[in-house]
């Protein structure tokens, strides 16, 4: 099919499957969203097709830098935080902040073929390229589905195939030109159709002249490339903090004046007039209890679902809702982020079982889920360390080190942007990343340049274990036999708490080098081989096999599909180059620790890296992130060690996940969860009434977990005869010999005692 450069006819049929909108009337045609299904192989062939011509637009610089719809490393949260530093940055110079958000009307129906072909052409796309898409453009049909009833066949005259994999990057090609006629003063962005502009200045009048200009200039792109934007849906939201009235900006598109609203939601975000955040924080978390109705449905303390699996679905059905665009969001005054919190832990009461008076405190400890806080701590920092890895991101200049900080300084009122945020954030944790040099590579290797990289996997099936060293031995002798007349290179990684290490060893060469002690094992073992390829190319050794014991470092580079560690990336490019020039590199996975003479010693050279000056290695952003969950675990450990009180906190002192909490008996984990955390409906339950404390009947003292499980004298028979341990040994009582991840006594026993006493079914 490449070679005939043509799309099949048989692949250019769909099906139109109608979903009605949320709150839409269901009488009009309008109320629905057409979802087309077509060829599972023409969408294969689609992903062939785009991923060849999204290489060449990305490396010949073709999209502009602030588009960001469906491109690698790209995604809306980059537009919402330059938004919010723009509003920030005119807000602490007293500016007013216009913005206009556009509406494309029907933008992928209405898009203009030919245009697609004369931009394509214009950026030098040539040959079978071309003329494939050319083929895919023309020719589409569809029916309209309901049920299992079609409708007649419709020829789709314009536009580009709804549901197409190659439909996104050619709309963005067709869309791209339009930042050629946004002025630099004016500040922009693009996800796919999703198009705003904005502009700063003290003078409101000064901001109606940049954007009605600007918009008059788009609405002439429009007209000359087949798009149309709608006046109706199309706001404008003029951001400011000052106080008393103020004039709304008059602005026109297409003669039609522009409606000016308080707020307007852009790519899922609800930006108010004076960035508050309240009404988007207030539709989060409708939305979010919305979701929660599911856990309720799923989450009987005696017939539900497990806490595995209750807590997945949290994962992913509410709290993905409240990290969607949370490092932007979170700059709300903590008030109002303090709305969130019920959400969350009743996601996480419903998950455990955990009775409705239990502290918060504790259920983060016993789901050893951080709380929302340190979560968007999380976020913001791994957010921004990925963006210090591409200078060439739209993002990248919002997050550097601003010059305004005194300003900031001098109106501790105004709010902080993201990149005086995330400055505050490291500090404050005691981040280790000030010597840490972040790979900043973006090379990639063309698909139809990329040759297949060989690894032999024989001695993978021998499980290591159950093998002796011997026999793996033996084996490996073979190996060096079959690639005698190949160079022999073995490579490895070492990390300790102290250093991290890489090496590569042969008979004719040796190198060491040490890393910053933020790299992983992962990035020490492809710093091995990156050094035993480079020397390779260096002195011209045709054939070559690296033997190496890391098998996800193998399959990381071996595999087709792209990367987004950057050092695997790099080490691809080194690789295919050597492969391009000849070379004959083979790799061989061998285990470790075997007795392999060649692996012994570049593991014993990895060791010895701590000897070695640390060389300034970049290190892939995707190192850093364990370093971050780590250092916020840390400061929460430290807030957890104050809680001496907390009844959870005597018998979990240290923060984790104990696997003792997941039971295959839904029953049994909500009665842990609440005799661990100490509120049971037995011991909390006339609190919730407004009562006194309960009282034991038998010896008229507080009713405790503790009291039940050792203190009243009146159970001590009972309590001698499923605990006989407790009393022959002496042993002074602690609640974890009942209670820990790992008890003296069997959680089974206690539960019997429970029922002997007749207070199990009371908890």
């Known amino acids: 099919l490449w070679d005939a450069a043509c799309f099949p006819d048989c692949w250019k049929m769909a099906h139109i499957i109608p979903l009605l909108k949320p709150s839409k009337d269901p009488s009009l045609p309008t109320s629905y969203r057409p979802i087309a299904l077509t060829s599972c192989l023409g969408k294969t062939y689609e992903r062939l097709i785009n991923r060849r011509l999204v290489h060449f637009l990305e490396a ?27 509003i920030r940055e005119a807000f602490v110079h007293r500016q007013h902040c216009v913005s206009v958000f556009f509406d494309l009307q029907k933008a992928y129906d209405t898009t203009w073929r030919y245009g697609i072909l004369r931009d394509l052409y214009s950026y030098g796309v040539r040959g079978r390229m071309l003329h494939c898409i050319q083929s895919f453009l023309t020719g589409w049909t569809f029916q309209v589905r309901l049920g299992s009833i079609l409708s007649d066949v419709f020829l789709q005259e314009n536009g580009v195939p709804q549901g197409g994999v190659l439909s996104v990057t050619l709309f963005a090609v067709k869309i791209n030109s339009l930042a050629k006629d946004i002025p630099p003063s004016v500040s922009y962005s ?67 004046a522009i409606s000016v609203k308080e707020e307007h939601k852009f790519l899922g975000i609800i930006f108010d007039k004076k960035l ?12 979010c209890l919305r979701s929660s109705n599911i856990l309720k449905v799923l989450s009987h303390t005696s017939w539900g679902s497990d806490r595995r699996c209750l807590l997945r679905l949290y994962n992913s059905l509410v709290r993905s809702r409240l990290d969607y665009g949370a490092i932007v969001y979170g700059s709300a005054r903590p008030s109002a982020l303090k709305t969130l919190d019920p959400i969350h832990h009743l996601g996480l009461r419903l998950a455990t079982g955990a009775f409705r008076t239990s502290p918060v405190l504790s259920l983060y400890a016993d789901t050893h889920q951080m709380s929302l806080e340190r979560r968007r701590q999380y976020l913001s920092l791994c957010y921004a360390y990925k963006i210090y ?13 601003s010059t305004l900080f005194r300003l900031y300084e001098n109106k501790p009122s105004i709010v902080r942007p993201l990149s005086f945020r995330v400055q505050s954030m490291a500090t404050s944790l005691h981040l280790p990343f000030s010597e840490a040099a972040l790979l900043r590579s973006n090379e990639r290797v063309a698909p139809w340049d990329l040759l297949p990289i060989s690894c032999d996997w024989s001695l993978a099936k021998y499980r290591k274990r159950a093998t002796s060293p011997l026999v793996l031995q033996r084996e490996f002798a073979e190996y060096e036999q079959k690639y005698k007349d190949y160079s022999h290179f073995y490579t490895d990684g070492s990390k300790t708490s102290t250093f991290v290490g890489c090496a590569v060893y042969s008979t004719t060469f040796r190198k060491v080098r040490q890393l910053h002690t933020c790299a992983n094992i992962f990035t020490a073992e492809l710093y091995g081989i990156l050094m035993a390829v480079e020397y390779l190319l260096e002195n011209n050794i045709m054939k070559a096999v690296l033997f190496v014991d890391s098998q996800s470092v193998l399959l990381a580079v071996s595999s087709l599909a792209n990367s987004k560690n950057l050092l695997v990336q790099c080490l691809r490019v080194r690789l295919n180059r050597a492969l391009h020039l000849g070379h004959q590199i ?118 405790t977990v503790l009291h039940i499980l050792w203190h009243c ?40 005692f429970l029922h002997n006493t007749g207070l199990l079914h009371q908890l």
């Open 586 to 703: 083979k790799f061989c996975w061998v285990p470790s620790h075997v007795g392999i003479s060649g692996n012994e010693k570049a593991d014993l050279l990895a060791a010895s890296a701590k000897e070695c000056p640390k060389l300034p290695l970049g290190l892939p952003h995707q190192d850093l992130k364990p370093i971050i969950l780590k250092s916020i675990i840390n400061s929460w450990q430290l807030d957890w060690d104050l809680e001496k009180e907390n009844k959870l906190h005597n018998i979990k002192p240290q923060l984790g996940v104990w696997e003792s909490s997941f039971h295959k008996v839904r029953r049994v984990e909500v009665l842990l969860c609440r005799l661990r955390i100490g509120h049971t409906r037995l011991t909390h339950l006339p609190l919730l009434c407004g009562e006194d404390v309960k009282l034991c009947d038998n010896c008229g003292k507080a009713m």
């Open 190 to 256: 693009m996800y796919v159709d999703d198009v705003q502009i904005s502009f700063s200045s003290c003078n409101l009048s000064s901001c109606e002249r940049q954007l009605q200009l600007t918009i008059n200039k788009m609405s002439r792109w429009a007209d000359q490339n087949g798009f149309r934007f709608s006046p109706g849906k199309t706001i404008c939201v003029p951001f400011s903090l000052r106080r008393g009235l103020s004039p709304d900006p008059v602005l026109h598109l297409n003669d039609v």
């Open 276 to 287: 508050t955040f309240i009404p988007h924080l207030k539709e989060l978390k409708r939305k």
């Open 713 to 752: 004298k009146a159970l001590n028979q009972e309590r001698r005869s499923c605990f006989p341990e407790l009393f022959q040994d002496h042993l002074p009582f602690h609640p974890y010999f009942l209670l820990g991840d790992q008890p003296f006594i069997s959680f089974d026993r206690v539960l019997k």
């Open 60 to 86: 010949e610089g073709v999209f502009d830098r602030n588009q960001c719809g469906f491109r690698a490393g790209r995604s809306t949260v980059d537009h919402l935080v330059r938004l919010e530093t723009s």
């Open 389 to 401: 890895s591409y200078p060439q991101h739209p993002t990248f200049d919002a997050l550097q080190p």
